[in-house]
C-alpha cells in the first residue's frame, strides 16, 4: 500500500514506520522533523512540513491509499496549560486534514488516541471500548472530540477510520525531558544519578504497552479495512512505585524519591481491555514488562557513553 | 446579582433576561444584534460586540457576579456542514471566555448545552444525565466538547459551572428560516399556505419544550450556587408527523407534506429524563404541549398582519 505516516519521524511513528518497511509498504512520511534516531531511510518520500500546513498536507495526501495520523503537538502532561492551542492545533488540525483527505479521496485513516485519557475515572478496569468517554484533561477531551468528528465523517462522507486508544506507551525513542512519558524521564534520571519526581503518592496504576507491539497493532489495524475502535494496552497494570522498583532492579542503581502534589486531571487508575483486538486482528501485547523495560534501559544508556 | 448574559437578544436568551429582570437582577447583555423583537429593555447595560473579540468580552465580563452563555453561532441542522467553523467559533471561543472570566474573577457561568444531540442514539428514553455522550453530529460533538473543559475547569481553576442541557426549545422569537428548530419553521410555512419539507418518514421522536419554561429553570439553576449538568426537557416525546398533525389543528388549515431524505447525524428518538432538575430546583416544564403551540402560532401571525 501507498501509505502516508503523519509524524512518521517521531517516537511511535518511527516504529509503525519500521515494521511498515518490513513489510514492502511504499511510504511518505510528513513531519516538522527530519529523522531523529536514524539516518533517512532509502525508499521513503519524506516531506518536511507543518501539520497546520493545509496546501503542504494536501500535497502529501495526493495519491496515497491511507493516513497514518501520530501528531500530536500536546502530551497528557501539558495540555491542561493551553487548551485552546490543543483544540486550535489537534482538533482542527485533523479536521482539516480529513477535508484534504475527502478533496483527494483518500478514504483510510488510522488515528492515534488515548486510552490512557479519554475515559476519565473508569467505573471499573480493565476498561472496554464501549466506557463512556468522560475525559478530565484537555488531552483526552481533544482526543475523544476528534474521535466522534471521525465518526461523523464516516456516516456523512465515507471516511473510513481505525482508531487506536493506546494505554500508556513506552520504549526506545521516548522523549525523555519529562513530558512524554514517565519511563524514559525515570531512566534518564537514574542514570543521570538525580532524583525522581513523583506527582502524587505513585499509587497511581497505568497499563504500560512496549511502543513495538503498540506500533504491530497500528500496522495490523491501519493496512486492515476494519473501522472502529480499538484498546491496545497490556490489560495489566502497575503501580507508579512498582514500575520504578522494577527501573531500579532492572538498571541496578537506585535514586531518591521526590513527592509533588498530584494533578486533579490525573486518573487514579488506567488499564484497558484490549480484547476486541485480539478478537479482530490477533493482537496481544507480546513482550514481556522487564524486557521491555531492559531494552529501553539500554537504549537510555546508548545515549549516554559514560554509563557503563 | 449582576448577570452578564450572552446571546441576551437571541432566543433562548431573551426570555431568560425577561425572567431575570422580573427578579430584579442587575442586567448586562452582550449579544451581536440589537433587540430583535422588542424596544431596548430599561436600565439594561448593552453592549454590542463579537464573541470572538477577546478585549470586548473581557470588559463585558468586568464586574460580573455570573455570566449566562446561550452564545451559539451554529445550529444542529447545520454544524456538519463546516466542522472546523464551529469549533473555532464556539469551542474556543468559549475556552477564551473561561479565560477572560477567570482572570476577572468571575466564577459561576451558566452554559446552554443540547440533550438533543450530546448524546447521540439513546440505550433508552428519557435519557438521564447519566447516559454517555456519543455526539454523532458536530453540533452535539462540539457542546459536549465544551462541557467536558468546563468540567476540567472546575477541577483545575475553580471556575464554578452549571450546564444546561436543553432538549428542543420553542416558542416566540424563535427564527423560521428553517435552521433553528422546526415548530416555527413548520408555523411559517402553515402561515404561508407553503408545504412542509419533512427529513426522514416524519417518525423521529423529540422532547419539545416551551421556551418560557427553559428560560425558567435556567434562571433557577444560573442564579443557584449549585454545579453539575441538568437536563431540561419535558420528558415526553412526539413524532414530527403527530406534531404537525397537531400544530394544523392549532392553525386551523394545513398543508402538503414533502418528504426528503434523511440526516444520518439525526438520531431517531431524543427524550430527555429531567428529574434531576426537579430534585434540585423543584422544576418541572408546566406548559402544556398544546397551549405552548398556541402560543407560537398567535407569534407567528402576529408577525403576518395579512393572516386571520
Redesign the interface.
Known amino acids: 500500500m501507498k501509505i502516508l505516516v503523519l509524524g512518521g519521524c517521531g517516537f511511535i511513528g518511527s516504529h509503525v514506520v519500521d515494521r511498515l518497511m518490513r513489510q514492502g509498504h511504499q511510504l511518505r512520511i510528513f513531519d516538522r522533523s527530519e529523522e531523529k534516531f536514524r539516518l533517512p531511510l532509502p525508499g521513503v518520500d519524506y516531506r518536511r512540513g507543518d501539520f497546520a500546513d493545509r496546501a503542504a498536507l494536501a500535497e502529501a495526501v495526493e495519491g496515497m491509499d491511507a493516513v497514518f495520523h501520530f501528531v500530536s503537538t500536546t502530551f497528557p502532561s501539558t495540555a491542561?496549560l493551553d487548551?485552546?492551542r490543543d483544540?486550535?492545533d489537534n482538533?482542527?488540525g485533523t479536521?482539516?486534514l480529513v477535508?484534504v483527505m475527502l478533496e483527494a479521496d483518500v478514504r483510510r485513516l488510522l488515528f492515534l488516541s488515548s486510552g490512557a485519557t479519554v475515559y476519565g475515572l473508569p467505573d471499573a478496569t480493565p476498561i472496554p471500548e464501549t466506557h463512556?468517554?468522560?475525559?478530565?484533561?484537555?488531552y483526552g477531551?481533544?482526543k475523544?472530540?476528534i474521535e466522534?468528528?471521525l465518526?461523523?465523517f464516516r456516516?456523512?462522507s465515507g471516511l473510513s477510520p481505525v482508531i487506536v486508544r493506546a494505554s500508556n506507551p513506552f520504549g526506545p525513542r521516548q522523549s525523555h525531558t519529562g513530558v512524554q512519558g514517565v519511563v524514559a524521564t525515570f531512566f534518564n534520571r537514574i542514570a543521570n544519578g538525580e532524583p525522581i519526581e513523583i506527582w502524587g503518592d505513585g499509587s497511581v496504576v497505568r497499563d504500560f504497552v512496549d511502543v513495538r507491539d503498540l506500533a504491530d497493532f497500528c500496522l495490523r489495524a491501519g493496512t486492515s479495512t476494519r473501522e472502529g475502535v480499538y484498546n491496545a494496552g497490556r490489560g495489566v497494570g502497575i503501580s507508579l512505585v512498582d514500575l520504578i522498583a522494577t527501573m531500579e532492579r532492572i538498571a541496578g542503581r537506585s535514586v531518591p524519591r521526590v513527592f509533588k502534589p498530584s494533578s486533579?486531571?490525573d486518573v487514579p487508575v488506567s488499564v484497558l481491555d484490549s480484547r476486541a483486538a485480539e478478537r479482530d486482528f490477533g493482537w496481544r501485547a507480546e513482550h514481556d514488562l522487564e524486557e521491555s523495560l531492559a531494552a529501553t534501559w539500554d537504549w537510555v544508556r546508548s545515549l549516554k557513553p559514560g554509563i557503563g
Open positions: 491542561n487548551p485552546k483544540v486550535a482538533l482542527i479536521l482539516q477535508e463512556p468517554l468522560r475525559p478530565i484533561g484537555s477531551i481533544t475523544a472530540a466522534h468528528n465518526e461523523m456516516r456523512t486533579v486531571t
